[in-house]
């Protein structure tokens, strides 16, 4: 098998595995329960949130845990919007973002919000002074991914940020983060950014975990109530064993990151470059996006079909977001792609363990296909 959709979720690396099942197995207490090995289960929890917090570079005060991103986004954009009900109603979005977002905001202007999404400039490319416009007196909050799921592309996150807060400082600043975190190099810190998102399957941990950092300060209305766990933000049991893991794969990850990006440039640089020589090829991620995302269309191939054909050889490979599942792809759209490009489109998701020799088994049966799929049209 030759797994390229890593932007759909990873495999659990070994430390991962050995943490979770460490903690279900020896140190399995509740958290909140005031024996040992309720104690034992504390200091998980307090290490994980410091292993975390040193990743994306905050305080391990500011790290909470969620069952996953689309529970952070969630809990950031409403429980921020909750907060400011009375002052302000205006959210501020992209035309690009993760459906975890997109609904979410579709549901916030069914119920009154005012929503405005930004659209990428004709080089497709974000221009925060587009941000610094729109934000007025109205604005509660803006939320920008960092990295596109779709096309790989890295947005200027700390540029918009640095922008929006030179307009108005109280409107909160919200990044999902789920495909940059732990990957390319980011600072809660540095960046001014008041909320970030993250899920743990996009980094090789289980799936069930994910976090949302928290600024000091900053005021969120919880989604959920019941106990008093977390600082009663996000309340009910903690999930130990998947936290565990988390911490786990992202101590990795801090100490291979650099040298995977590395090898990400050298494998990317290669589909391009085989992929180039084909007639028909059309990518959708330019020097603008991260190494490990490869967007491309292959001319008249639906991307159902394709994907399809590619399976049967054992490669696996994504239409677009696995979240979007038999959707066209807003992303395209919205970065001035042709509904035939969109249709026609495949997601390369790159990991560590892929090899230049499966970049080149990719390409011989793109070919094959090209060749094969074109007779049955």
């Not at 590619?310 to 759209?333: F, P």
Request: include cysteine; aromatic fraction near 8%.
């Amino acid at each position: 098998m030759i797994y390229l959709d890593h932007c759909a979720t990873t495999k659990v690396c070994p430390q991962a595995v050995e943490a979770a099942v460490h903690v279900m197995q020896e140190e399995f207490g509740n958290p909140s329960s005031l024996h040992f090995l309720g104690y034992q289960a504390e200091k998980v929890f307090r290490s994980a949130q410091e292993t975390l917090a040193k990743g994306l570079d905050c305080q391990p005060e500011e790290v909470y845990f969620t069952s996953g991103a689309t529970e952070s986004n969630n809990l950031a954009i409403r429980g921020g919007l909750t907060a400011r009900r009375r002052q302000r109603n205006k959210v501020i979005s992209t035309a690009i973002e993760h459906a975890s977002v997109l609904e979410l905001t579709k549901q916030l202007a069914q119920e009154g919000y005012e929503v405005e999404y930004i659209s990428p400039r004709s080089n497709g490319q974000f221009d925060p002074m587009d941000f610094f416009q729109a934000v007025d007196e109205k604005t509660a909050l803006v939320s920008v991914m960092l990295v596109n799921n779709e096309t790989g592309l890295r947005l200027p996150v700390e540029e918009i940020a640095r922008a929006v807060k030179r307009k108005d400082p109280e409107v909160l600043f919200h990044v999902d983060g789920v495909q940059g975190f732990l990957k390319i190099p980011f600072s809660f810190r540095k960046s001014g950014i008041d909320l970030f998102s993250a899920s743990g399957h996009k980094v090789y941990a289980p799936k069930g975990v994910g976090l949302l950092a928290v600024k000091k300060g900053v005021r969120l209305v919880p989604l959920l109530y019941g106990g008093h766990q977390q600082k009663n933000l996000r309340v009910g049991t903690e999930a130990m064993p998947q936290i565990a893991a988390f911490a786990a794969s992202a101590g990795w990850l801090m100490e291979t990151a650099p040298a995977h990006l590395e090898h990400y440039k050298a494998l990317n640089a290669c589909l391009r470059e085989r992929l180039g020589r084909l007639e028909g090829i059309i990518f959708h991620s330019d020097e603008h996006c991260v190494p490990y995302i490869l967007n491309f269309s292959v001319k008249d191939i639906r991307s159902e079909v394709n994907l399809h054909f590619l399976e049967q050889y054992g490669i696996c490979v994504s239409s677009g977001s696995a979240c979007a599942k038999g959707a066209k792809s807003h992303v395209l759209k919205a970065l001035g792609k042709t509904d035939r490009e969109a249709d026609t489109a495949l997601r390369i998701g790159l990991g560590p363990e892929n090899t230049e020799e499966e970049m080149e088994e990719l390409v011989r049966r793109v070919e094959e296909g090209m060749q094969r799929l074109a007779k049955l049209r």
